[in-house]
């Protein structure tokens, strides 16, 4: 496990199943949910032991909603305003002929996807959860807001389950953009597909007996089945497909000019600030 963790430290924090499947795929681990739930054991009892970092595994984590946490007093507001000046950058989809986002049916391989996505300026949403009428609606608002088209790229286990929430969630998002008098979203699927399988050798599955929608697939794949470097490699290559990079690279120079100028602002205010103090003090 801690050699896996070792070759993908650039990629962390990885899933429990991606780790389950890098196991099958370089170890000859056994392909059974039987053996993921020991792997995901051992994998608890390693954090807790301390021997694997609790932060280079992705797991769902209780959510929190509370007041923030306010200033220690005004030196301390004025610095959070300093980091928030190094934080500063145009919309990066500013000049882009169409706006782009990306779909992700599994939220533990979210952060690692979203690390890409974030140099391209495009937001990751988790299509897990777009069984929700609400949710479906939701998304379809923010595409209809925009005053671009939309190209959705998603992401997600090729099996009936995996296609079918996609599919449904593109149709019904789709019906409500057009009730909202605004262009429905363009559905490009990223991964997995059946020509990856074969280009990868992705470890396959039989389907699920209980698995009900769509058509049968005599083997399934799961997104995790991919190691990071080819995810994110399908990522990156699916994003620079749809992202003018002339546009994005002009808005992240304009973004580092005023960046400098608000910081050059900051640091006229800092210095006025401090002589009025010392006059005070006098």
């Known amino acids: 496990m801690q050699a896996i963790l070792d070759e993908y430290r650039d990629h962390l924090p990885m899933s429990g199943r991606q780790i389950f499947y890098r196991m099958v795929g370089l170890y000859g681990y056994e392909k059974k949910e039987r053996a993921y739930d020991r792997l995901t054991e051992h994998l ?7 021997l694997i970092r609790m932060e280079d595994i992705r797991d769902d984590r209780a959510v929190v909603i509370g007041p923030g946490a306010g200033y220690d007093g005004p030196a301390d507001f004025w610095r959070s305003v300093a980091a928030a000046a190094e934080d500063y950058h145009c919309p990066l989809a500013e000049g882009q002929p169409r706006a782009a986002e990306l779909w992700v049916e599994s939220a533990g391989m979210m952060p690692m996807v979203a690390r890409v996505a974030a140099g391209f300026g495009v937001t990751v949403y988790g299509s897990g959860g777009f069984e929700s009428v609400g949710a479906k609606h939701e998304a379809a608002c923010r595409i209809a807001r925009r ?7 998603s992401l997600g286990d090729l099996d009936p389950s995996g296609w079918s929430i996609v599919d449904a969630a593109a149709d019904d998002v789709a019906t409500f953009v057009e009730e909202m008098d605004a262009e429905p979203p363009a559905v490009r699927r990223l991964a997995v597909t059946v020509e990856q399988v074969a280009a ?4 396959t ?5 209980t ?3 769509g058509e049968r697939m005599p083997a399934t794949v799961q997104a995790e089945a991919l190691s990071p470097d080819q995810l994110t490699g399908i990522v990156r290559a699916g994003l620079a497909a749809v992202v003018d990079e002339r546009a994005l ?3 992240r120079e304009r973004s580092e000019r005023e960046r400098a100028e608000l910081r050059a602002a900051l640091d006229a205010y800092t210095a006025a600030h401090a002589m009025g103090d010392e006059a005070d003090t006098v």
């Not at 608890?44 to 301390?50: D, E, F, M, P, S």
């Not at 005053?147 to 790229?153: G, R």
């Not at 599955?205 to 007996?209: I, L």
């Open 147 to 153: 005053a671009l088209p939309t190209t959705v790229l």
């Open 249 to 251: 690279q002009a808005v």
């Open 205 to 209: 599955v039989p389907q699920k007996e």
């Open 200 to 203: 990868y050798g992705l470890e």
């Open 211 to 213: 698995d009900r929608r």
């Open 44 to 50: 608890n009892r390693a954090r807790r032991a301390g």
